[in-house]
């Protein structure tokens, strides 16, 4: 068996979809009997490609932005034929997905799309991109909020198959090789204590401005000395968090990082006194669990997929309400009883998730579609 695996729409490994694929290949790779051949712009080739390994890749010239969809439309077929795949994987199955399939397809949905369609409000877009998940042959939704999400726009829920995403537990613990009070990771150099919130800045929902403004009234309310530190790749809400930080009283104790790479995301955790993450819009909240393994407490809005991929071990917040997440950030930066049960009951919990896992599952989906 031959699976062509689409590397459009992720960013070329700069997002959570691009984080998501580096993770599943790496797994992938293991996989004995089946051939897996990375298809998309020659960047790509280093963006996902493991150093060493056994899955190749095919690039291509498919043009910028709305030429992807362009040429998903008009050109997938004969890739698809030229290469002899028998199945198509499309791990941005929110982002790019062609409206014929001439292979069986498999697409992954990350994001919960009844958002993006509110703010992209192109009707065409809208049906174009739901009439193509109706006629691929089987869809993992990376959440029960995802899920129910899918249903609610039409797709057939006997086709949509849940699995969550996992964590590289080699990297995600806690890194204790840091104690000075300033930590070094490149190209960077952050001074402790601070808070984290790791999200890309790219739209309101993920509500960097609320959190900056209940930052704020932490520091005026407590005077404590710690900053916050927002990781995450530039998005088009990019200029308003900036114009947010920079109005802040408390401006000096802002960090904004620009693009974080994940792999150094382990020990920027590690030392933070706590990740709070304030999200609406989560259709998978990935980076919280991945906080939670690295041993800080997490404080999260109770909200989309999070309840359900953080469970009880997460301390709960109404990011709207300036107030309440002011105090849900001091609670989990001061309270000792209370970060000691975030602590042990979100490391536990993490123990549960793992790429294996998640590759094995979704091999299992691949081969389903193809033998039937």
């Known amino acids: ?16 979809i691009g984080s998501y694929l580096i993770s599943l290949i790496n797994e992938l ?3 004995d009997d089946i ?3 990375l298809f998309g712009e020659e960047a790509d080739r280093l963006s996902f490609i493991p150093a060493g390994g056994k899955i190749t890749f095919h690039g291509l010239n ?4 709305r030429s992807h969809r362009t040429w998903h439309q008009v050109k997938i077929g004969p890739l698809a034929l030229k290469q002899h795949y028998d199945v198509i994987f499309y791990p ?12 069986p397809g498999v697409a992954v949905v990350n994001n919960v799309l009844s958002d993006l369609f509110r703010t992209n409000r192109n009707p065409f877009l809208k049906f174009a991109h739901i009439t193509a998940l109706k006629r691929t042959d089987a869809i993992i939704a990376s959440s029960q909020f995802i899920r129910k999400d899918l249903i609610a726009l039409g797709i057939n829920p006997e086709k949509i198959e849940v699995i969550h995403h996992g964590i590289d537990h080699s990297h995600f613990y806690p890194h204790t090789e840091f104690e000075d009070d300033t930590v070094p990771i490149k190209p960077f150099s952050i001074k402790r204590p601070f808070i984290i919130y790791a999200s890309r800045l790219q739209n309101a929902e993920k509500k960097h401005v609320e959190l900056i403004k209940a930052f704020s009234l932490f520091k005026k309310n407590t005077s404590l000395p710690h900053r916050l530190v927002l990781a995450g790749d530039e998005g088009d809400y990019s200029d308003e968090v900036r114009k947010a930080a920079a109005e802040s009283e408390f401006a000096s ?7 974080f790479p994940h792999e150094h995301l382990p020990e920027l955790y590690s030392c933070a006194d706590a990740c709070i993450f304030p999200s609406v819009t989560e259709g998978v909240g990935l980076p919280v669990i ?14 989309g997929s999070l309840p359900e991929i ?18 849900a950030i001091n609670t989990v930066v001061t309270d000792a009883k209370v970060r000691e049960r975030l602590l042990k009951a979100g490391f536990e919990w993490t123990k549960r998730f793992s790429w294996e896992k998640t590759a094995a599952r979704t091999v299992e989906i691949i081969q389903k579609v193809v033998n039937k």
């Open 1 to 16: 068996m031959k699976v062509g695996i689409d590397t459009f729409g992720c960013n070329h490994g700069h997002s959570g």
């Open 29 to 31: 790779q293991n996989v």
């Open 35 to 37: 051939s897996f051949e």
């Open 62 to 65: 498919a043009g910028q932005g």
């Open 92 to 103: 941005a199955g929110s982002e790019v997905i062609p409206l014929f399939q001439h292979v």
């Open 253 to 259: 104790d802002i960090f904004i990082t620009g693009y």
């Open 290 to 303: 991945e906080a939670m393994a690295t041993g800080i407490p997490v404080a999260c809005a109770k909200a």
């Open 310 to 327: 953080a469970g009880d071990c997460a301390y709960y917040f109404n990011p709207d309400d300036i107030e309440e997440t002011a105090a």
